[in-house]
């Protein structure tokens, strides 16, 4: 079945890319106007949403470049990764970061 999917560019700080919509359409659902409405709807929040990560994750990355102990950090976890050992940020055990907020998405009746 065909499916709209608006995720955020891929960047280190988003990893494979976040996933801002997910939807299956069929060639009927387009039929209805107020179908298609709200789906223009929800893809202009989930473009929002989108632009809004990428807009965070540049601004900390930048942040991140700018300071000379974040950057020796950033090296030095890189290269400890190159070798073989994983950060305790990143090993499979610690806190999840937290996540940006989910899509204002709402369900209507076609």
């Given at each position: 079945m065909p499916?709209?999917?608006?995720?955020?560019?891929?960047?280190?700080?988003?990893?494979?890319?976040?996933?801002?919509?997910r939807e299956r359409v069929t060639a009927e659902d387009m039929e209805s106007e107020h179908f298609a409405a709200q789906l223009i709807e929800?893809?202009?929040?989930?473009?929002?949403?989108?632009?809004?990560?990428?807009?965070?994750?540049?601004?900390h990355r930048q942040r991140r470049r700018a300071d000379p102990t974040l950057r020796a950090a950033d090296a030095t976890e890189e290269a400890a990764e190159s070798a073989g050992y994983v950060s305790e940020s990143t090993a499979p055990d610690s806190e999840p970061e937290p996540q940006l907020a989910p899509p204002r998405l709402r369900r209507v009746a076609p």
């Open positions: 499916q709209i999917l608006v995720t955020a560019d891929p960047a280190d700080d988003l990893g494979e890319g976040v996933v801002m919509l929800r893809l202009a929040w989930a473009v929002s949403d989108a632009s809004e990560a990428e807009r965070v994750a540049n601004s």
